[in-house]
């Protein structure tokens, strides 16, 4: 009889003690970002050369070769043509399409390089240390001179 209450009472603690370790786990937050505004603020911090100017989703997706049906909202600014720099925030419809649209992200910033090195050599440190981060169905790629202010900027709008 002592044996079975030890035992159960065993079974008990080691449920308790699962729940609360499952529960502990972190979860990939759900965020719910305006990408509007997180592009207006990135392109009006001082970390760029050029002037950018916001682009149609039309030639976003052209110029990058995206799937449209993956993808829910898109924005990027643009600088003239004197620099490398660039602003691009995706919300997809599923994050499953993250590491597929990252991929292509890179492919295009490949691209850019060898453009780039023989047109303006200076920028091509630039998409040689480019910024591209991914948080639910987000992915925002920013080419700037200066990431840590890039960054501090981003994760306040990532932060949920």
């Known amino acids: 009889m002592k044996k079975s209450i030890i035992i159960i009472v065993l079974f008990v603690i080691i449920l308790i003690v699962i729940i609360f370790a499952v529960k502990m786990i972190p979860k990939e937050q759900n965020i719910n ?7 207006k603020e990135l392109s009006s911090a001082p970390i760029y050369e050029d002037n950018l100017s916001e682009i149609y989703k039309d030639s ?28 691009l925030i995706i919300e997809l419809l599923d994050k499953k399409d993250i590491e597929e649209t990252k991929q292509i992200i890179e492919t295009k910033i490949d ?38 202010k890039a960054d501090e900027i981003i994760m306040k709008y990532m932060k949920g």
């Open 33 to 39: 970002m305006n990408i509007q505004e997180l592009a």
């Open 60 to 87: 976003i997706i052209k110029k990058y070769n995206f799937n449209e049906q993956k993808i829910k909202n898109i924005v990027s600014y643009v600088g003239t043509g004197a620099t490398a720099e660039e602003i």
């Open 111 to 148: 691209e850019r390089k060898s453009d780039f090195q023989n047109y303006l050599p200076k920028e091509v440190s630039k998409l040689e240390n480019y910024y591209l981060i991914s948080k639910g169905n987000y992915i925002i790629l920013c080419i700037s001179n200066n990431y840590d």
